[in-house]
């Protein structure tokens, strides 16, 4: 669902009417005035609360909307300097391939990334995809304003916080193999572990429902909350991630 944003109302230029002022405040705010901004997020309400914010700083809302990955819809016809993108799973397969297609077919654009302080990896994978500045989405507006007028410059922003804390991550020893499995393992309910297994060994729903004795509905559900929590699209793509994680092997069965 895509809101257009309001045309913000006319605001006399601080550089050629010599407001002394807003001319200050301009500086204190490192000439992130009128900067003209699409604002993309997972969850719709964040994303109108920080167009809001920025608007009545001053700048230019060309658009808002919801979910993230409908950001290239919005920006097609309109010419953002920067694209403020609120990614709720940075980590999650596939997150940033939209900052992939905004870099390939809109480069003039520079994307800012908005994503949970836990998701430190996240921070590596954003800027090799092509952002140009990564802010935790739990910031003041200052630093997202910070940001953009960073990035508008051509620099790269990242608080020096949340640097120091993807690099000491980063540079821990690598987890051992069968860490995700641990983890997938740690997020699947029994019953969900139960389906697992037979979508593995090839079973339909109603061959999963009549197995462990539930309603097809009832299979359904797990299913699709097995596929959710394992980031795959379909019951082939679960399976193969259950294999390549080794998580076949750390499932009980019943």
Request: aromatic letters at 2%; glycine letters at 10%.
């Amino acid at each position: 669902m895509v809101r257009h944003a309001r045309p913000a109302p006319a605001r006399a230029d601080p550089a050629r009417h010599g407001n002394g002022r807003t001319g200050t405040a301009g500086q204190d705010r490192e000439g992130a005035v009128g900067v003209r901004l699409v604002v993309v997020d997972d969850h719709r309400l964040l994303a109108e609360a920080l167009a809001t914010a920025l608007q009545l700083r001053g700048h230019r809302l060309l658009a808002v909307g919801s979910p993230a990955g409908a950001a290239l819809d919005l920006l097609t016809g309109r010419r953002p300097e920067v694209c403020l993108l609120g990614i709720a799973g940075p980590s999650e397969p596939g997150a940033f391939d939209v900052v992939r297609r905004i870099r390939r077919e809109r480069p003039e654009i520079a994307v800012i990334v908005l994503g949970p302080l836990g998701e430190l990896r996240g921070i590596a994978a954003a800027f090799a995809a092509g952002a140009a500045g990564y802010v935790r989405s739990d910031e003041r507006i200052d630093v997202v304003e910070r940001a953009v007028a960073r990035v508008r410059g051509g620099e790269a922003a990242v608080t020096a916080d949340l640097l120091r804390a993807a690099f000491d991550q980063l540079l821990r020893p690598a987890a051992e193999p069968d860490d995700e499995a641990l983890r997938l393992l740690r997020s699947l309910t029994r019953r969900e572990i139960q389906v697992l297994v037979r979508i593995a060994e090839g079973e339909d729903t109603q061959a999963i429902a009549a197995g462990m004795g539930i309603a097809a509905s009832t299979a359904r559900t797990h299913v699709q909350r097995v596929l959710t929590k394992l980031g795959a699209r379909t019951r082939l793509e679960a399976a193969a991630v259950a294999a390549r994680t080794g998580l076949l092997e750390r499932m009980p069965r019943a």
